[in-house]
């Protein structure tokens, strides 16, 4: 009895000393952000016209999809493995901790490479602290980057462990760029991590709440975040960069081949044309393409989860006259695109399609 009382007493004392370091940085992450926020309310750049084309995934969409922050992206079968986050029966998560953790290619103390490891521990787990720092760069570095490298330590008891979604959390939204995201693998002849990344997620900005999603499942070795931080202040006239992360996870996890989210297309008079091209945001990447590429299909009717009278999109070659007076149509857009020539396959995790029609029915004429 005194012995479990002792371990107890441990262990709220422990949970004490996080919660209270958990607290400065809390205050420090709300101070952060209501500058931040102020200052785009100053900036003259802060006024962006809303562009009622863009069609976004509000409570008005549906489909066979998953949602995580503005994304959505296609729909697990079953709920993700987080390959480093073990859960427990209990109902408690246990961090498989076997990695190691470089800052800009430089090694760190044990202490600071444990805040930088904690980042991928689950939120729910007792030993979770919140991650929220200052940064100075100095005359020899470059300015706001920050490049975070992740390497597994024990390639024997984790090597096996695959991934293909990386879901990021920041504190506040918009203030650093991801730049790209280098996936590493082992040799399969010498075990040893390849020099050359086998994949690069590039060009992801002004960083939200995001999940992306990757074409294959990959052997988790080496990964290297390149960020570029763009929210400054001043403390004592030295430039600091603040930039915090509530988690990184790395989740292996299989997806429903027919998912598809189906979303309207608002207009304020009544649509004569809608046209094939169109832009996709792709994990916050604007992409220029077509619906015909993306086997993007366009109706006039939405009824009793079923969709109805077919609208074809106009090009340059040929115009398709919407018939029926309408200011609503309904895109259903699959998540999951396979290009027919090869098989390869893209798992889309869309943030926003803007679409271009007109209500001008002289258009053509």
């Given at each position: 009895?005194?012995?479990?009382?002792?371990?107890?007493?441990?262990?709220?004392?422990?949970?004490?000393?996080?919660?209270?370091?958990?607290?400065?940085?809390?205050?420090?992450?709300?101070?952060?952000?209501?500058?931040?926020?102020?200052?785009?309310?100053?900036?003259?750049?802060?006024?962006?016209?809303?562009?009622?084309?863009?069609?976004v995934?509000?409570?008005?969409?549906?489909?066979?999809?998953?949602?995580?922050?503005?994304?959505?992206?296609?729909?697990?079968?079953?709920?993700?493995?987080?390959?480093?986050?073990?859960?427990?029966?209990?109902?408690?998560?246990m961090?498989?901790?076997?990695?190691?953790?470089?800052?800009?290619?430089?090694?760190?103390?044990?202490?600071?490479?444990?805040?930088?490891?904690?980042?991928?521990?689950?939120?729910?787990?007792?030993?979770?602290?919140?991650?929220?720092?200052?940064?100075?760069?100095?005359?020899?570095?470059?300015?706001?980057k920050?490049?975070?490298?992740?390497?597994l330590?024990?390639?024997?008891?984790?090597?096996?462990?695959?991934?293909?979604v990386?879901?990021?959390?920041?504190?506040?939204?918009g203030?650093?760029?991801?730049?790209?995201?280098?996936?590493?693998?082992?040799?399969?002849?010498?075990?040893?991590?390849?020099?050359?990344?086998?994949?690069?997620?590039?060009?992801?900005?002004?960083?939200?709440?995001?999940?992306?999603?990757?074409?294959?499942?990959?052997?988790f070795?080496?990964?290297?975040?390149?960020?570029?931080?763009?929210?400054?202040?001043?403390?004592?006239?030295?430039?600091?960069?603040?930039?915090?992360?509530?988690h990184?996870?790395?989740?292996?996890?299989?997806?429903?081949?027919?998912?598809?989210?189906?979303?309207p297309?608002?207009?304020?008079?009544?649509?004569?044309?809608i046209?094939?091209?169109?832009?996709?945001?792709?994990?916050?990447?604007?992409?220029?393409?077509?619906?015909?590429?993306?086997?993007i299909?366009?109706y006039?009717?939405?009824?009793?989860?079923?969709?109805?009278?077919?609208?074809?999109?106009?090009?340059?070659?040929?115009?398709?006259?919407i018939a029926?007076?309408?200011?609503?149509?309904?895109?259903?857009?699959?998540?999951?695109?396979?290009?027919?020539?090869?098989?390869?396959?893209?798992?889309?995790?869309?943030?926003?399609?803007?679409?271009?029609?007109?209500?001008?029915?002289?258009?053509?004429?």
């Amino acid at each position: 009895m005194f012995k479990n009382a002792a371990e107890t007493f441990d262990m709220e004392m422990y949970k004490r000393d996080i919660a209270i370091k958990n607290m400065s940085k809390k205050l420090m992450v709300i101070n952060y952000a209501n500058e931040f926020i102020e200052n785009k309310l100053n900036s003259k750049n802060a006024s962006v016209e809303y562009n009622k084309k863009l069609a976004v995934f509000d409570r008005e969409a549906y489909g066979s999809f998953e949602s995580y922050g503005y994304t959505v992206h296609p729909k697990f079968k079953k709920p993700p493995i987080d390959i480093f986050n073990l859960k427990l029966v209990s109902g408690d998560t246990m961090f498989k901790n076997s990695l190691s953790c470089t800052v800009n290619e430089q090694e760190l103390s044990e202490e600071e490479e444990k805040e930088y490891i904690n980042i991928l521990v689950s939120d729910n787990s007792i030993e979770k602290a919140i991650f929220f720092k200052e940064y100075q760069f100095s005359n020899d570095e470059e300015e706001g980057k920050l490049k975070i490298t992740y390497t597994l330590d024990n390639e024997t008891s984790l090597g096996t462990m695959r991934f293909n979604v990386i879901e990021i959390d920041p504190y506040i939204y918009g203030t650093f760029d991801l730049q790209h995201v280098e996936i590493f693998t082992l040799s399969e002849n010498q075990g040893i991590i390849s020099e050359i990344p086998e994949r690069t997620i590039s060009d992801m900005n002004d960083l939200g709440k995001i999940r992306i999603i990757l074409d294959k499942k990959f052997k988790f070795s080496k990964v290297v975040f390149h960020f570029k931080l763009k929210f400054k202040t001043k403390i004592n006239n030295q430039d600091v960069y603040p930039f915090g992360l509530k988690h990184i996870h790395f989740y292996e996890a299989d997806f429903i081949t027919d998912s598809h989210i189906i979303v309207p297309i608002r207009a304020n008079d009544y649509i004569e044309y809608i046209y094939n091209n169109i832009k996709l945001y792709h994990a916050g990447v604007p992409i220029d393409t077509t619906c015909d590429f993306y086997n993007i299909e366009i109706y006039s009717d939405f009824i009793n989860n079923t969709l109805t009278g077919r609208v074809y999109p106009s090009s340059d070659a040929q115009a398709y006259r919407i018939a029926k007076n309408t200011k609503v149509l309904y895109a259903k857009v699959p998540l999951i695109w396979t290009n027919q020539a090869n098989t390869d396959k893209q798992y889309l995790s869309l943030s926003g399609i803007l679409f271009d029609y007109t209500v001008d029915e002289n258009t053509f004429i």
